[in-house]
């Protein structure tokens, strides 16, 4: 027994080192034929806090300040650098070109990683948690579904933010306003992918709905875990994730099949409020293409991710920041005043300057996805980053995992100026800034975000409504920011406000 073990030992340990005795040949020739270099290593330019780096990311976590741990490393590392971990070595990079060439120009040099394996069991396979061919099938199915004559139908939002104001209260106490949108986005993503709503903002605590909005919550923050644990996922093991995807996958399959009966019997939706349905329905339009229900549900699950998380984190910020920036809240609300009293339509959301100047600017500094990462699927090239001077070219073996923190991108004051930490709306409204690369909300390249037109659609319209609504908005903690890192980035504590009617 023993022997065999010393045996496997040997040949992994053989198996291991020819395969970085290769990979440094490689990276030699690709020094002499295009001129790159290894970026620096994190250690050698910034002694951790406790002398250990692993200690002070746990800290950083406790503590709920990774993204400001991340700023401060990039800044040290040149904004591209290496460091090691206990999933193996990483490189970092929060240069432009760098984020460029991984996302489009040398897109088909990288892939997700872990996402799948991570992910998979809960949301299966779809447009967030593919590659190559599948992923392809599944963008070609879900693109068509954000053309504007979807994401311009507003009449889907209003019965729901009409719901979200019976819920705040109207004497100014103390709410908690992420809660609420988190329960209102579920709403209107619900209803736009399934054709009916979860209800969860007046679901009752012991209902259906409810359960399956606490099993999702669950399943989503479990993959964070599951994410981070990179090739030593094979350890996790969590009774209770499973029972919570077997509970959101059971509700989506009721909400399915509800759906494919409806069609079959030829019957009109109806509103839930009895009226005919006549706004765009996702569902429908997919069942068309896929006959397979996990492959349905799938598609379906991950839409519904994305278009729930990135909207609510987006509010929850904006209002964090109007509690704390009553002068933002104050020429917003001047904008809004413009519609008389009226729900905007389309057109005038899209006419609001300093509304959408707002959004950019949360967007900006308080990214929903504040960090990525992609692995190579074969030797490559990162264009800038390498050598003491960060200027050279980077080779980049198949299998290096690249990560790029948007929260740091956004934040860089080469880019931004000295101001890049504050919350300027104005900064928009020069018509020579054009950040690029370097501002990245919702990705680049082909895999840019399908919802990013309905994500802003539906926040300009809820923030549009709610400043119509209440003449003030006013802070009830003195927190100051912390991030909750999930799928998503929200604030930990919430967002405790009071909303003052008028």
């Given amino acids: 027994m023993w022997l065999l073990v010393l045996i496997a030992t040997v040949a992994l340990t053989t198996y291991y080192l020819l395969g970085r005795l290769q990979e440094r040949r490689t990276e030699q020739r690709y020094g002499r034929q295009y001129g790159t270099k290894p970026p620096v290593k994190l250690n050698d330019i910034r002694p951790p806090e406790g002398g250990n780096y692993q200690k002070e990311t746990m800290k950083a976590h406790e503590e709920r300040q990774m993204l400001e741990l991340l700023k401060s490393r990039h800044e040290a590392g040149g904004y591209t650098f290496q460091a090691n971990t206990l999933g193996g070595r990483i490189y970092n990079t929060s240069e432009p070109e760098n984020i460029k060439a991984v996302l489009a120009t040398k ?4 892939y997700l990683g872990y996402r799948l394996k991570a992910v998979g ?15 392809e099938f599944s963008r070609a199915l879900v693109r068509p579904n954000f053309v504007k004559s979807q994401v311009s139908d507003l009449a889907l939002f209003e019965k729901h933010v009409q719901q979200l104001l019976g819920r705040i209260p109207k004497d100014g106490a103390t709410i908690d306003m992420q809660a609420l949108f988190n329960l209102l986005t579920f709403d209107i993503s619900s209803e736009f992918v399934f054709g009916e709503s979860v209800r969860s903002l007046t679901a009752p605590k012991d209902s259906e709905q409810a359960r399956f909005v606490e099993a999702f919550d669950y399943a989503s923050h479990q993959t964070v875990r599951r994410l981070g644990m990179g090739p030593w996922l094979f350890m996790y093991s969590n009774k209770e994730f499973k029972k919570a995807c077997k509970t959101v996958h059971n509700f989506a399959d009721k909400l399915i099949n509800n759906a494919k009966a409806q069609r079959d019997q030829g019957k009109i939706q109806r509103r839930d409020d009895g009226e005919e349905k006549e706004q765009y329905i996702f569902i429908q339009a997919l069942i068309r293409s896929v006959s397979a229900q996990g492959r349905l549900r799938s598609e379906l699950l991950n839409i519904l991710q994305a278009g729930r998380d990135t909207t609510s984190a987006l509010l929850a910020h904006v209002f964090w920041t109007f509690a704390r920036r009553p002068d933002v809240w104050a020429k917003v609300e001047a904008e809004v005043k413009q519609l008389d009293g009226k729900a905007p339509t389309y057109e ?6 300093y509304l959408r100047w707002t959004i950019n600017e949360t967007l900006r500094l308080y990214p929903v996805n504040s960090f990525n990462s992609r692995v190579a699927v074969r030797d490559t090239i990162l264009p800038v980053g390498g050598g003491p001077d960060h200027t050279s070219p980077v080779f980049v073996p198949k299998g290096q995992k690249i990560s790029f923190p948007s929260y740091v991108l956004h934040r860089r004051k ?5 101001d890049a930490n504050e919350f300027r709306p104005e900064r928009w409204a020069d018509p020579h800034f054009r950040p690029g690369w370097a501002y990245i909300p919702f990705s680049g390249g082909p895999r840019i975000c399908v919802g990013q037109s309905f994500a802003l659609t539906e926040a300009g319209y809820i923030i549009a409504r709610l400043v119509q609504a209440f003449r003030a908005i006013e802070k009830r903690d003195e927190n100051p920011y912390k991030e909750n890192i999930n799928i998503t980035v929200s604030i930990f504590g919430g967002v405790n406000v009071g909303m003052i009617p008028r």
Wanted: charged residues 25%.
């Fill in 414 to 418: 080469d880019i931004y100026g000295p």
């Fill in 348 to 353: 005038q959301l899209k006419s609001m300057q």
């Fill in 121 to 135: 069991p809960f949301l299966g396979k779809g447009n967030f948690t593919t590659d190559g061919k599948e992923w």
């Fill in 107 to 110: 897109f088909e040099d990288y």
